[in-house]
């Protein structure tokens, strides 16, 4: 009997690859990524380059941190991602995990768009609103920002 294990491995994370014609910012030169999960309750995501082990991002829906959280694109870079609808564009904030949990950043100003439709992504620079490059969303303080 044939195993498809890992053939189903294969065919799920080929509808999980989001290309990013840019890259992602750090890493220009690789522009195709997997999406994974990393728990259950679907917080938590890793964002890998889909040739390699690396870079390998953590990413969280930034809407989850800090509620009412609701960028915009620029004409130009809703075109580039396909002219997608509002629901069907994709937030993600890359984060970086610290040992000490409060000293945990998350970027809500450089977040990653997604086309959901047709899995073309693109880091944007947020212009409009007050969103910090580096939220702290475990801080005593209760998420402290550092800009």
């Given at each position: 009997?044939?195993?498809?294990?890992?053939?189903?491995?294969?065919?799920?994370?080929?509808?999980?690859?989001?290309?990013?014609?840019?890259?992602?910012?750090?890493?220009?030169?690789?522009?195709?990524?997997?999406?994974?999960?990393?728990?259950?309750?679907?917080?938590?995501?890793?964002?890998?380059?889909?040739?390699?082990?690396?870079?390998?991002?953590?990413?969280?829906?930034?809407?989850?941190?800090?509620?009412?959280?609701?960028?915009?694109?620029?004409?130009?870079?809703?075109?580039?991602?396909?002219?997608?609808?509002e629901?069907?564009?994709?937030?993600?904030?890359?984060?970086?995990?610290?040992?000490k949990?409060?000293?945990?950043?998350?970027?809500?100003?450089?977040?990653?768009?997604?086309?959901v439709?047709?899995?073309?992504?693109?880091?944007?620079?947020?212009?409009?609103?007050?969103?910090?490059?580096?939220?702290?969303?475990?801080?005593?303080?209760?998420?402290?920002?550092?800009?």
């Open positions: 009997m044939e195993d498809t294990s890992a053939a189903v491995q294969v065919q799920t994370a080929e509808k999980n690859v989001i290309h990013f014609p840019n890259g992602i910012y750090g890493f220009e030169e690789i522009r195709d990524f997997v999406l994974l999960q990393e728990d259950d309750s679907r917080i938590i995501w890793s964002l890998q380059a889909a040739d390699g082990p690396y870079p390998s991002l953590i990413v969280v829906d930034p809407s989850l941190l800090l509620p009412g959280y609701a960028p915009k694109l620029g004409t130009a870079e809703r075109r580039a991602l396909g002219d997608p609808q629901d069907d564009l994709c937030w993600l904030a890359v984060a970086v995990i610290r040992k949990l409060e000293d945990t950043v998350v970027s809500l100003k450089s977040p990653l768009a997604i086309n439709k047709n899995r073309v992504g693109m880091q944007v620079i947020l212009e409009d609103g007050d969103y910090p490059l580096r939220y702290r969303p475990f801080a005593n303080d209760g998420g402290a920002a550092e800009c």
